[in-house]
């Protein structure tokens, strides 16, 4: 394990600020890698950096500072733990240094410090008089105490001082967390020789290893990792806080681009209909329901319709609400996912907000089941939060559902569930995989069981029981592990009884009136008497003194009372017949062999060919005879 902590420092700013110089100044690396960028003097799309400080690693995002490449800026913003705003001495606070600002604070980045650039331009007075610019303007804010430091990239002042305070800030910082589910947003794909194609972006969270398999969204492809890198050192294992380069075996540079994402293989679903909290930034104007946007998460963009769920016809500047956004095409997103959201035309920031349920249904408008289910994914602990999930869904939910739509890691699945099964809020139902469902749906579902099987009962009076599956269809459509546990909790509580196949209530007997009885006895003799040669149903049910409705029930329970047995769709022998047909094969075996023509099988039992042949399938399934061309061996 690396004990070295990993920090992702963004620039943030106005234009022609001095964000590339300070970058270079601090790393000795241009971050204006492409060859237009160092003709015009100006940062078109992302550079990065990389510089090591004592105890912590830092990996820098150089953003543009032009407002027509806000999108661009917001592609690296995704991954910023610690924000370096900066402003130039003899310029002040501009229009991209607000809206920069306003992105970093809309993306909850927890941390920043503020460089005053140029420094070599200005004299004190005018170096004093940015400064109390700048602590008015944050004021409030997430960077209210945020160190404010003079530099100059020209002349090399205060670059010590700001390394000092980047390693203090940076210490200080919450790490992203290596140990959740891994996730790449990609900001670049291309070709590298002798590699073949390669990715890199900010791991934000988890861990990556060589040889690992993933899965690239939202294309869903499964690709290998067959190299990595960061930093520009080959490395086995890149963790949560990385600048990350993965190399991909299976797949060509032109397949990916910006804005996908790479994730453990098959554990999550892609999306286009998320609900979430935004909020509206003051200068902005008011949102209207059903207005379309730009939807910006971590590199990814996409065109948004948002739906005001508080039922109001528009947000205004400042408010912020609960949402329904649709978007244009799937992307991969999960709760807690930070976004920024830019006015379709023209385009200028208007807000943000956090993704609360990646899986959302669609709603009535104004429904309050809906905010109040958004208000726990929102404000919730793990277990409010596993609850809320499981008790939207009655029918019950796997452990993998629960994973994909909430992103917490096994182990945390699990514990969840069992605090909230010891708490008898969900029970925790048999299968692979293994099923969730509220407590209450596992007794409701097995009140609706036992009212079926009494139901049954007086409609049939004669018969001993309900078939399972018949008693599953009557019960209400439920999964195999909720009509288990069900019926396990019924048994248990001994209010039903289970045998074979049949469920039936407990301590419930069939009675049988006198003439029923003696039906039932004549029947049964009828057939055994009649040997193998056996009676149609018509005439031995003509005989009876109860009514043909009744007679049919008799012969159904000597069905399953395994008296009579059925052989074929009107075929019914005794049982006794067929054990004697069975000693009478066993002794032709010993005494001439196994072979068993047809022609001596019908002079053995003495019957026609109608029976003969529905009789020996009969045997072979029952695995007495075996099929061999025309004959049958007898096993
Ligand atoms: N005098 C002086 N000039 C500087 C300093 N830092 C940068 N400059 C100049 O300011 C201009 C803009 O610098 P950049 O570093 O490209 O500014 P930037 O903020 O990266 O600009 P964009 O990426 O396009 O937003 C360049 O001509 C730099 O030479 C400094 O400390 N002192
Ligand atoms: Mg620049």
């Not at 501009?94 to 650039?117: D, M, S, V, W």
């Amino acid at each position: 394990m690396e004990a070295i902590k990993h920090v992702i420092v963004g620039t943030a700013g106005h234009i022609d600020h001095g964000k590339s110089s300070l970058v270079e100044a601090l790393t000795g690396t241009n971050p204006d890698r492409l060859e237009e960028e160092k003709r015009r003097g100006i940062t078109l799309d992302l550079g990065f950096a990389f510089l090591n400080l004592e105890g912590v690693r830092l990996g820098l995002v150089d953003v543009p500072g032009h407002e027509r490449f806000v999108r661009n800026m917001l592609a690296g913003a995704g991954g910023i733990d610690l924000v370096l705003l900066v402003v130039a001495a003899d310029d002040g606070i501009k229009p991209q240094t607000r809206e920069h600002f306003e992105i970093c604070r809309l993306l909850g980045i927890p941390r920043g410090i503020i460089a005053i650039t140029k420094s070599d331009l200005a004299d004190s007075d005018s170096l004093g008089l940015v400064r109390l610019e700048i602590e008015e303007f944050v004021r409030g804010s997430f960077l209210e105490s945020a160190s404010i430091v003079p530099v100059s990239a020209r002349s090399g002042a205060g670059l010590d001082e700001l390394k000092q305070t980047l390693q203090r800030s940076a210490l200080a910082v919450a790490a992203k967390d290596a140990t959740q589910h891994f996730r790449l947003p990609i900001d670049r794909s291309f070709a590298m020789k002798g590699f073949g194609t390669v990715v890199t972006g900010t791991l934000i969270s988890g861990a990556v290893k060589v040889e690992d398999e993933v899965e690239l969204y939202p294309a869903r492809k499964r690709l290998r990792v067959r190299g990595l890198h960061s930093g520009g050192k080959q490395i086995e294992r890149a963790v949560a806080g990385q600048r990350t380069a993965v190399n991909l075996a299976g797949i060509e540079h032109e397949e990916i681009t910006r804005g996908m994402v790479l994730a453990p293989a098959g554990l999550f679903e892609v999306t286009q209909r998320v609900d979430a909290r935004i909020t509206l930034l003051a200068s902005a104007p008011p949102l209207k329901n059903r207005a379309r946007v730009h939807f910006h998460q971590g590199t990814a963009e996409a065109i948004a319709e948002v739906t005001l769920l508080n039922g109001s016809g528009e947000l205004t500047a400042g408010e912020s609400a609960f949402v329904q956004l649709r978007l244009d095409k799937p992307l991969l997103l999960l709760p807690g996912d930070r976004f920024i959201l830019r006015r379709f035309s023209p385009v200028v920031t208007i807000g943000g907000g956090v993704v609360l349920d990646a899986r959302a249904p669609r709603h009535k408008r104004k429904d309050a089941a809906v905010a109040q289910f958004l208000g726990v994914l929102e404000q919730g602990g793990r277990e409010e939060i596993f609850a809320a999930l499981v008790e939207a869904t009655p029918r019950g939910t796997t452990f993998g559902e629960i994973l994909a739509r909430t992103a917490w890691t096994d182990a945390d699945v699990r514990a969840t569930a069992e605090n909230l099964a010891g708490a008898k809020r969900l029970r925790i139902l048999a299968g692979a995989p293994i099923v969730v469902a509220p407590a209450k749906a596992v007794t409701d579902y097995a009140a609706a069981i036992r009212k079926a099987v009494a139901t049954f009962h007086r409609a049939n009076p004669l018969l001993q029981g309900i078939p399972k599956q018949e008693l599953r269809g009557r019960a209400g459509r439920a999964r195999t592990e909720m009509f288990e546990a069900a019926l396990g909790d019924l048994v248990h509580a001994q209010a039903i009884v289970v045998s074979g196949d049949l469920v039936r209530e407990a301590g419930r007997e069939i009675t049988l009136s006198t003439d029923e009885s003696r039906a039932k006895e004549l029947i049964e003799r009828e057939f055994e008497s009649a040997g193998l040669t056996v009676p149609g149903f018509a005439s031995v049910l003509a005989k009876l003194p109860v009514d043909a409705a009744r007679a049919q029930k008799i012969l159904q329970i000597l069905l399953r009372e395994k008296v009579l047995v059925k052989i074929s769709s009107d075929l019914v022998f005794h049982r006794n017949t067929l054990q004697r047909l069975r000693e009478m094969l066993a002794k032709y075996r010993t005494e001439r062999g196994a072979r068993l023509p047809i022609t001596a099988f019908k002079e053995l039992t003495g019957i026609t060919r109608k029976y003969a042949i529905p009789l020996l399938e009969h045997l072979d399934r029952e695995q007495v005879t075996r099929r061999a061309g025309d004959e049958r061996v007898i096993l």
